[in-house]
């Protein structure tokens, strides 16, 4: 049910209100939405950046002068009509990414929530999550971004060494990402996430974990480790591949992972999964849906979503991709009321697949009950109870299945990929055998 326009714009007063509620319990997340459920995510991406870094190959944009107005408008129009061909009625984060989004105007977002809250219910405690990069975060500008509803910050700090700065083609310095994380915990405390890189061209392992420990000396209660991954079309890969810089070393960054993640528990953070760390309950909720398969709407251009289209009278959930070129996706937005450009609807054993994936990327894994919200015939049990290789996973430390679910050990989160193929390839055969004589069908 829509929410009168008075109400929709008390929302931002409401969540300032709800901002200091409970954490999310430290034994496992946010609950997440069943499958089918009338309950989503909602995911804006902003595409323009001041420039493009170097090793990034996201769908983001140099503007030339952007028509904020027209994006705005485009946005509120596509967040609507994706609302309504979902059938969701509660938004449960929301999540402004990029590109760069906190080059944006804070009027662009509260446009975008007080449409999501007209169209849909949008708890007052609902994660609204804004990615920001230092050199566009200056304190007054976050205190904006924070009278427009935002009430979580997701920084780039990426490094701490001008060097490695520079090298990845980021426009702000090391001074300069310690005073936006000082001001945005200063306006958001215990709601601050930094991004930190690994894996560099040329990089050490003692001098990344000093970076690491001179974060924990300031950071908030979120941190996230990412590798790099040199991707074709990128800077970086042209100049690793010409011989210009050193090929990143996968054994040191895998020692980097391992020393890092072992320094974050020690300092009291949980590692909830493979790249993110949370302590006093500060886990991302939206996030957290990704991880759990929950339903998300993605809006913007080159957005992606996963929803049944129960609005439109569909059953199945859909990969959703929208258009990528900014101004291409402005016209069909304004023509058709969104601008998707692709729908993939995904059989049974596609969503099984990406259930198991991505729940196993959490240290909570897959319980059995989550499990059965999306397969009620073929148990974990039955899946992996007799498998052998599964057995030899157990035996040495690196998988667990019991009366909870099924979930990677401490160690078995370091080398999930190669978890995943023995399960995903045991899960398959399962599928194969089942028979319509065997499994009821609905």
């Known amino acids: 049910m829509a929410l009168p326009r008075a109400q929709a714009r008390g929302w931002v007063k409401a969540a300032k209100l709800a901002q200091r509620r409970r954490p999310a319990e430290d034994t496992g997340g946010p609950q997440s939405p069943a499958p089918g459920s009338q309950r989503a995510a909602l995911y804006v991406h902003w595409p323009y950046c001041e420039k ?23 946005l509120v129009t596509e967040a609507q009509t994706l609302l309504r061909l979902s059938g969701v009625r509660q938004v449960e984060s929301v999540f402004f990414g990029g590109g760069t989004p906190s080059l944006a105007s804070p009027q662009t977002v509260a446009a975008v929530l007080e449409a999501v809250a007209q169209a849909a219910h949008l708890p007052a405690d609902s994660e609204v999550t804004l990615e920001a990069n230092p050199t566009s975060a200056s304190g007054s500008r976050l205190a904006a971004f924070g009278a427009a509803g935002v009430n979580r910050l997701s920084i780039g700090l990426q490094s701490l060494d001008d060097t490695e700065l520079q090298l990845l083609g980021r426009t702000h310095s090391a001074s300069d990402a310690l005073q936006t994380l000082a001001e945005a915990q200063r306006l958001f405390p215990g709601r601050v996430s930094v991004d930190l890189m690994l894996g560099l061209p040329a990089q050490q392992v003692g001098p990344w974990l000093r970076q690491l420990q001179d974060l924990l000396r300031c950071c908030d209660d979120h941190v996230s480790l990412y590798q790099l991954s040199l991707e074709r079309g990128t800077a970086l890969f042209t100049q690793v591949q010409q011989g210009a810089l050193p090929a990143p070393d996968p054994e040191l960054a895998a020692e980097m992972y391992q020393e890092g993640r072992a320094v974050l528990r020690e300092a009291g953070f949980r590692q909830y999964e493979v790249s993110n760390f949370a ?140 978890l995943l193929l023995s399960l995903l390839s045991r899960l398959q055969e399962a599928w194969q055998q089942k028979t319509p004589s065997s499994v009821p069908r609905g």
């Open 52 to 74: 493009r870094c170097s090793y990034c190959n996201f769908n983001k944009y140099i503007p030339r002068g952007v028509d904020e107005a027209a994006l705005r408008r485009c």
């Open 279 to 418: 302590r006093n309950g500060a886990l991302s909720t939206h996030n957290w849906t990704y991880w759990q398969c929950g339903q998300y709407l993605g809006v913007g251009p080159g957005a992606h979503g996963r929803f049944i289209p129960q609005g439109a009278g569909g059953h199945t959930r859909e990969a959703r991709i929208q258009t990528l070129e900014p101004d291409n996706w402005m016209k069909e937005v304004t023509l058709f009321g969104h601008g998707t450009r692709r729908r993939i609807p995904l059989s049974e054993l596609e969503l099984l697949e990406e259930v198991l994936a991505m729940g196993l990327r959490t240290d909570v894994g897959i319980t059995h009950q989550h499990w059965q919200q999306f397969e009620p015939q073929l148990t974990l049990w039955d899946l992996f109870g007799a498998s052998k290789e599964v057995k030899g996973l157990q035996e040495q430390g690196l998988l667990l299945l019991d009366h909870r679910g099924l979930r990677c050990s401490w160690e078995g989160l370091a080398v999930l990929d190669s």
